[in-house]
């Protein structure tokens, strides 16, 4: 995933149009029960690699709402699947292919940001 929304989230939702790979979907579209602010899919976030800064960020308006998680990658499958089952993610599961767990379907991430800085879910924008 390597992006999450905080709950500092204003819900704004501009994020959402600015997203290449549509991983993120406002309060009301999102698969956790009760959700109350914007989310990103970990299985679908590709932290926009290819770009200066991820582009959610890019166009965020709160300070603090878009911070690093660990990379979606197999040496972090079992991160995922507990936060999964905490009710913090809803990873999509497929009908025939099973969960989209990190060991499955890993994505890119940057190999700039540290793990510290991920562990800590510091600001994205900083």
Known sequence: MAVMITDLCINCDTC??????????????????GAEFTYVKPEK????VDSTVPKCSDVCP?????????PYTAEFNDYYLSRNQDGIYNIRVHKKQGIFSPDKKPK??????????RENHVDVAV
């Open 45 to 48: 976030c590709i932290e926009c």
């Open 108 to 117: 890119p991430f940057r190999e700039s940001i540290s793990l510290q800085e």
């Open 16 to 33: 959402i149009d600015e997203c290449p790979a549509t991983a993120i979907v406002s309060a009301d579209e999102s698969p956790i029960e």
């Open 62 to 70: 709160t300070e603090g709402a878009i911070v690093w998680d660990m």
